[in-house]
Nanobody, 124 residues
Framework: QVQLVESGGGLVQPGGSLKLSCAAS????????MEWYRQAPGKVREFVAS???????KYADSVKGRFSISGDRMWNTVDLQMTNLAPEDTAVYYC??????????????????WGQGTLTTVAS
């Protein structure tokens, strides 16, 4: 099964910028949509941003105007450009991709995959 590999996390000072990248192990694979989630220490995982094959993007209110999501034309790589970072952005960031597989009943089954996560720490 296809896997997702994130990269780009690290330590950054408040007000700084960082770009996260996520790539599918199978570069010929295409997702229906790709998203970024994050989980801060002691908190539940939360939605950050998404982009679909139509190029439509959505953002959590907490990151609007600061984060930007983009995908490549093959829809198997997604980046998250983060600017004006704050300590509350500290979290493990997870990439998520989903797609549909046609079944023998003539409909489609939902499939999804998560990356292993990459830690982003915002501290001075």
């Amino acid at each position: 099964q296809v896997q997702l590999v994130e990269s780009g996390g690290g330590l950054v000072q408040p007000g700084g910028s960082l770009k996260l990248s996520c790539a599918a192990s199978d570069r010929l694979f295409s997702f229906n949509a790709m998203e970024w989630y994050r989980q801060a220490p002691g908190k539940v995982r939360e939605f950050v941003a998404s982009i679909n094959r139509d190029g439509e993007s959505k953002y959590a209110d907490s990151v609007k105007g600061r984060f930007s999501i983009s995908g490549d034309r093959m829809w198997n790589t997604v980046d998250l450009q983060m600017t004006n970072l704050a300590p509350e952005d500290t979290a493990v960031y997870y990439c998520h991709g989903d797609w549909f597989v046609r079944n023998d009943r003539g409909s489609y089954d939902y499939r999804e995959v998560w990356g292993q996560g990459t830690l982003t720490t915002v501290a001075s």
